[in-house]
């Protein structure tokens, strides 16, 4: 079983992950929230693995066309 501190560190790399994609696409919050239909502060949430959710995930590789990886 994983401690606190690996699940809140793993969030902390999904986000990571999230930010380098839209970095890459060369979009700002703003758009990627347009695209995502979500808000910028629900972006910079994700962003910050403040707030992640698996459903959020799977919408955003269907809508994005990219893959987390949530390998260790």
């Not at 994609?21 to 910028?40: H, L």
């Amino acid at each position: 079983m994983k401690t606190n501190e690996e699940v809140l560190q793993r969030r902390k790399e999904l986000g990571d992950q999230l930010a380098e994609f839209r970095k890459k696409q060369n979009w700002t919050q703003e758009e990627m929230a347009a695209k995502m239909n979500v808000t910028r502060s629900s972006i910079n949430k994700m962003e910050k693995g403040v707030w992640l959710s698996l459903e959020m995930l799977i919408r955003m590789e269907g809508i994005l066309n990219f893959r987390v990886n949530l390998q260790e």
